[in-house]
């Protein structure tokens, strides 16, 4: 038997032979005009944006069962059929609001926006201000020593001191709203109304691009936005300004306000509905291979009138057609499905699936991921938004997850004759993510963001039909690479990139845990986990996938945005106290924080 170091090089070296030897033979070419036609219909008007809940999500759905049938493809969905459904939470609204100081009742959308996490119920207390809201052990600056929130309603600036130690990343995680809410819910506060700073623009606003995500659940405090116009009628009462409470809140100091309570009511609606995963496949021609797979995966919702999600809010409700994200993509799964299918049969099995919700958090690829066998999955390739092809080529996610990967990709690439740019796999949040969470080698290929990207402008007429048939053949190149070698690739265990922004020791834009969050977990308290990222600090702590965090640095954990509230008010190398759920029982470790790269 060979020594370890010597099995390890020879296996690599068989696997760099393999894509080696595999990579100069083309794939099937994808027809153009069959793509751009395809995009075209996914992205029209009629389909509603694609978004959650909507008829024509639904109807993009059969259509890509028809196309997949119609290429000749074989059902590849539970129980033989085309499709993988499921239900989630597909819209989330208020139903009921309403807020009174004293005997003045405030207007919605003037006067007042009612957060979407906030906690339903009705609110009754004095008013009582918390300056920003900070609660930091390590700076020492708390708002709430001395103030009675217990049971009150605490009026909470936006933003944070202006003091030098909050002046990096961290301070501005201290002055998230989601971070204040688990500040006022641990000292008792039944309410709270964030007040705009002197630089806000002074109306209630919109939510944040994700703040109306379907999935977004209770921070367990009555929450609202007020505008400056109330907050100042608010002040004066208390014979004060706006820029008063700011001065007093640099100062740590908490005027009292009026006496008046506040009164009020909260009813957040949350609505389900069922969505799909459509799944199509090719099985393969080489009866040893064949029971691998590789699977081919694009998502096909968008972001419907804009609900979540758009870098345009002032332009909400109107329709995103998400025409490049992604219907780019899932057109592209359909040609190249037809031209697999049109040809000579690849050794291993190709699966091809249109992947749903995406847009609120990967959740339909974290559904396959489980519910698949894992260990038949030889690699993944993922395409999103590759309609917009123009001088900076084609960039690349994930190279780095099998060795030989790279190559492969530069190799094809150059027979194209297209500038490739290869970025860290742990980064380009898409559905390729929840395979290199399962620790599969995936590839992720997209001609990049542009000024267009969640908006309404995001349109068909806009794509480039020649641009996006170079890189489908290129990703046909690669894919029948890797279903025809030899070897299947071996995943390659987390490690610093020379992919990486500033490289594995420069930059860094905030703490790691390595933790990938299970998107729509329902009835969960805490922050459930899909999976931990292998050579992460989060697995060297024993964390685990289905692990339930409670609890972390001190603070209980209600939700994913808690968690994730709490975990960049951290700096890099700190240690942190974790709990989490595990099959009934409590368990309790701690990580040492990464750099996020």
Not at 100 to 117: M, S, V
């Amino acid at each position: 038997m060979l020594p370890a170091v010597r099995r390890r090089a020879l296996s690599l070296l068989l696997l760099l032979l393999a894509f080696a030897c595999a990579s100069p033979v083309a794939g099937p070419a994808v027809d153009a005009a069959l793509w751009q036609q395809e995009a075209s219909w996914l992205a029209d008007p009629a389909r509603e944006g694609r978004g959650l809940g909507t008829a024509g999500l639904a109807a993009a759905a059969e259509q890509l069962a028809a196309q997949f049938a119609a290429a000749g493809l074989e059902p590849g969905g539970p129980h033989g059929g085309w499709f993988e459904r499921f239900r989630m939470p597909v819209e989330i609204r208020v139903a009921e609001q309403r807020l009174a100081i004293g005997d003045a009742a405030l207007e919605p959308g003037r006067d007042y926006r009612t957060l979407l996490n906030s906690a339903d119920g009705e609110l009754a207390g004095p008013l009582v201000f918390a300056g920003y809201g900070v609660h930091d052990a390590e700076t020492g600056w708390d708002d709430w020593v001395g103030v009675p929130a217990d049971g009150a309603v605490a009026l909470v600036l936006d933003g944070r001191p202006s003091g030098g130690q909050f002046a990096d990343q961290r301070g501005a995680a201290l002055g998230r709203r989601s971070v204040k809410l688990l500040a006022a819910r641990e000292h008792g506060a039944r309410a709270v109304l964030f007040a705009p700073g002197l630089e806000g623009d002074g109306d209630v606003g919109l939510e944040d691009p994700l703040g109306a995500l379907p999935t977004r659940t209770s921070s367990g405090v009555v929450a609202f936005a007020l505008s400056r116009a109330a907050t100042e009628r608010i002040a004066a009462s208390a014979g004060l300004d706006l820029g008063a409470l700011v001065g007093a809140a640099e100062k740590r100091f908490y005027p009292p306000l009026a006496a008046a309570r506040v009164t009020g009511a909260v009813r957040i609606e949350r609505r389900k509905g069922v969505v799909a995963n459509v799944v199509g496949r090719l099985p393969g021609s080489d009866r040893t291979l064949r029971g691998q797979e590789i699977v081919i995966g694009a998502h096909y919702d968008h972001i419907g009138h804009g609900e979540f999600g758009s870098m345009r809010p002032a332009s909400v409700p109107a329709i995103h057609p998400g025409a490049d994200d992604n219907a780019s993509g899932a057109a592209g799964l359909v040609a190249l499905a037809r031209a697999f299918a049109a040809g000579p049969r690849p050794a291993r099995t190709l699966v091809f699936v249109a992947f749903t919700a995406e847009e609120a958090g990967l959740i339909g690829s974290a559904r396959w991921v489980k519910h698949a066998d894992a260990s038949a999955i030889s690699s993944m390739i993922n395409l999103d938004m590759i309609g917009r092809l123009g001088d900076d080529g084609v960039t690349v996610f994930g190279a780095d997850t099998a060795t030989g990967f790279e190559e492969l990709v530069r190799r094809a690439a150059r027979q194209h004759g297209l500038a490739v740019k290869f970025e860290d796999g742990t980064h380009g949040p898409s559905d390729h993510a929840s395979f290199e969470a399962a620790r599969i080698p995936s590839l992720f290929f997209t001609t990049g963001a542009h000024e267009d990207y969640h908006t309404p402008g995001d349109v068909a007429e806009k794509l480039r039909p020649a641009g996006a048939a170079r890189v489908l053949d290129l990703v046909s190149d690669v894919t029948l690479a890797l279903a025809n070698a030899s070897e299947r690739p071996v995943f390659a265990a987390e490690a610093p990139s020379s992919h990486a922004a500033g490289g594995a020791e420069g930059g860094g834009y905030g703490p790691y845990l390595g933790t990938v969050p299970a998107f729509g977990a329902e009835g969960v308290h805490g922050a459930k986990l899909a999976a931990v990222r292998p050579g992460s600090p989060a697995e060297r702590a024993g964390l685990r996938a289905g692990d339930v965090i409670v609890e972390f640095a001190g603070t209980p954990v209600g939700n994913l945005e808690e968690f994730a509230a709490l975990l960049f008010s951290q700096r890099e190398g700190a240690t942190v106290r974790i709990v989490v759920e595990r099959e009934g029982e409590r368990v309790e470790t701690s990580a040492v924080l990464g750099r996020r790269r």
